[in-house]
C-alpha cells in the first residue's frame, strides 16, 4: 500500500536530515516489510526493548505520550520515547531514557544502520524507526513509548508481537487520501496495533470507530478498557478525576491548556494503572501536571513574536492541531480562555492545501475571530488566498499576509483591546515559529 505524495514535508534545518534525505526518500510505503527486513539485518533490536506502550489515534496521540513519560519518570523509571513530527531539530524525535538523542550518538548510529540496509529502498520515516529502535535497545531503560506515525496497521512502527500495552486515542477524520474516506476504515488502521492478548486502553471515540476498535479487539482476544465504560476522566473543581475499576483519583489538572486535556490524562493515566497497578496517586498526579509538549496551545513568552505580544499587552499562543477534531478541541480551549479573560480572539493560520480548513474552523464560527491567512514554507502549504476563502465560508472573516510575522503584527494592530493571538493550523506550521530562535527550541 504505496502512497505517491510525503505527508509530513520536514525542513532540512539539521545535519541528521540533510544527511537521511539525501539517501532515503520522503515517499511513504504503507507496509512494514521494509522495517521488518532492516530490523532483521541488525539482529532484531525490537526484541530487546523494555515494556512497549504503543500509541495511534488521530488527535491527542502526542499530548498522551507526553503525559505517559511524564508519569513514568515521576515514578522514577528511565523511558524511551519516539514521536513524530519534530517540531525544529530531529532529535526531538528520539528520546533516549529521558535525553533526545544527540548529535554524535545519532550520526554514529546512522551509519551502522545505513550500512545494514545495503542501500536497499527504505523511506525517511521507516529508518528513523529503525534507529530509534535500535537506539532504545543499547540503553537500558524502564518503558518504551512509540508513537505510531501514520494510521497504525501498516505503519512502520507496528512491529510489536507482543507490547505490554496498546493505547487508542480519539479517532477522527484525518489523510483520507491514505487511510479513508469512511470513519471505519480509518479506525480499523489505528485498530492495527491491538495484539492478540494484549491489553488496549482506548479514549473515547464516536460509535463507528469504536464498532471497528471492538471487532479488532474480540478478534485479537485482546482485554479492552474503554474510557466511559470500564474506566472514565473528568474535570471537577479545576481537577483532574480519574474513576479506575478499584480507585479513583483526585489529580491536579493537566499541565497542558484546554478541557480536551482532561480527557488525554486521563487516558494516560488509565494505561498508566493498567501497566502498573501499584503507580502511587502522587508520582501519577506529578506526572499530569508537569508534562511538557511543545505546541499544543502554548503560551509563547520568548522569541521575537512573543516580545511583539507583550509590547502591545497581549497574550500569544500556538497550537499544531490540523482537521476539524483539533479544530473543535482548539475552539474550546479558546472559549475557556476568552471566558477567564473577555477579549478578542484573533487567529494567525497557515495550513497544509490537503487539509479540511472549512471544517477546521467552522468551530470558532460562534466566537467570530478575526482571521490572518497566510502560508509557510512548503511546497504542500495552502496559499494565503486559500485559507482566507475557507475562513470566509466557515462563517469567519479573513485577510491574507505575506508571512506568520506579518499576521501577528497585523493582529496585534486590530481596534480594541489588546487581543488573544492564537497562531495555528498544522504542526509544520508551529514548527516554523519555535525555530526562529533558540529560546523557544523543543528540549
Not at 203 to 209: D, N, T, V
Not at 257 to 272: C, E, I, P, R, T
Not at 283 to 289: D, K, P, R, T, Y
Not at 362 to 369: I, L, Q, S, T, Y
Amino acid at each position: 500500500m504505496t502512497a505517491v505524495h510525503d505527508y509530513d514535508p520536514i525542513r532540512a534545518s539539521d545535519h541528521a536530515i540533510q544527511r537521511l534525505r539525501a539517501n532515503h526518500p520522503s515517499l511513504i510505503d504503507l507496509t512494514t516489510g521494509r522495517v521488518e527486513r532492516l530490523l532483521a539485518a541488525l539482529g532484531h533490536p525490537e526484541r530487546r526493548l523494555p515494556p512497549v506502550i504503543h500509541v495511534a489515534g488521530t488527535n491527542g496521540k502526542g499530548s498522551t505520550v507526553a503525559y505517559l513519560r511524564a508519569i513514568g519518570e515521576a515514578a522514577g523509571l528511565k523511558v524511551h520515547a519516539i514521536t513524530s513530527p519534530h517540531l525544529v531539530r530531529f532529535a526531538e524525535r528520539i528520546r533516549i531514557a529521558g535525553q533526545l538523542i544527540t548529535d554524535q550518538r545519532l550520526s554514529e548510529l546512522i551509519d551502522r544502520v545505513e550500512a545494514a540496509n545495503e542501500g536497499q529502498p527504505i523511506s525517511f520515516f521507516e529508518i528513523t524507526t529503525v534507529l530509534a529502535l535500535q537506539a532504545f535497545a543499547e540503553t537500558p531503560a524502564d518503558l518504551c513509548i512509540v508513537e505510531v506515525g501514520l494510521g497504525g496497521r501498516f505503519d512502520a512502527t507496528n512491529i510489536f508481537d507482543a507490547p505490554a500495552l496498546s493505547v487508542i486515542t480519539p479517532v477522527d477524520y484525518d489523510h483520507l487520501e491514505m487511510l479513508g474516506p469512511e470513519l471505519g476504515k480509518i479506525a480499523w488502521e489505528k485498530a492495527g496495533i491491538i495484539k492478540r492478548g494484549r491489553p488496549a486502553v482506548v479514549a473515547r471515540q464516536p460509535e463507528e470507530a469504536l464498532e471497528a476498535i471492538e471487532r479488532e479487539a474480540d478478534d485479537r482476544m485482546a482485554p479492552l478498557f474503554l474510557m466511559g465504560r470500564d474506566f472514565d476522566a473528568w474535570e471537577e473543581r479545576g481537577r483532574l478525576m480519574v474513576q479506575m475499576q478499584d480507585r479513583l483519583l483526585d489529580l491536579p489538572p493537566p499541565s497542558l491548556f484546554g478541557g480536551y486535556q482532561f480527557d488525554n490524562a486521563g487516558l494516560a493515566v488509565a494505561a498508566a494503572l493498567t501497566l502498573d497497578p501499584q503507580l502511587s496517586e502522587e508520582a501519577v498526579g506529578q506526572g499530569v501536571s508537569g508534562a511538557v509538549w511543545p505546541a499544543r496551545f502554548q503560551r509563547l513568552t520568548k522569541g521575537p513574536l512573543a516580545e511583539l505580544a507583550r509590547a502591545r499587552g497581549s497574550d500569544l499562543w500556538l497550537d499544531g492541531g490540523h482537521n476539524p477534531h483539533a479544530g473543535r478541541a482548539l475552539a474550546e480551549a479558546a472559549s475557556r480562555l476568552v471566558d477567564r479573560d473577555p477579549r478578542p480572539l484573533v487567529l494567525v493560520t497557515g495550513m497544509f492545501a490537503r487539509k479540511d480548513a472549512v471544517g477546521f474552523f467552522r468551530p470558532f464560527a460562534e466566537m467570530h475571530p478575526k482571521v490572518f491567512a497566510t502560508t509557510f514554507e512548503s511546497g504542500n502549504a495552502a496559499s494565503p488566498e486559500e485559507l482566507a476563502a475557507a475562513a470566509t465560508q466557515a462563517g469567519l472573516k479573513a485577510e491574507t499576509v505575506a508571512d506568520v510575522s506579518d499576521g501577528v503584527r497585523r493582529a496585534l494592530a486590530v481596534e480594541g483591546p489588546a487581543p488573544h493571538v492564537l497562531i495555528c493550523g498544522g504542526l509544520h506550521f508551529a514548527g516554523e515559529v519555535l525555530a526562529m530562535s533558540p529560546e523557544t527550541w523543543p528540549t
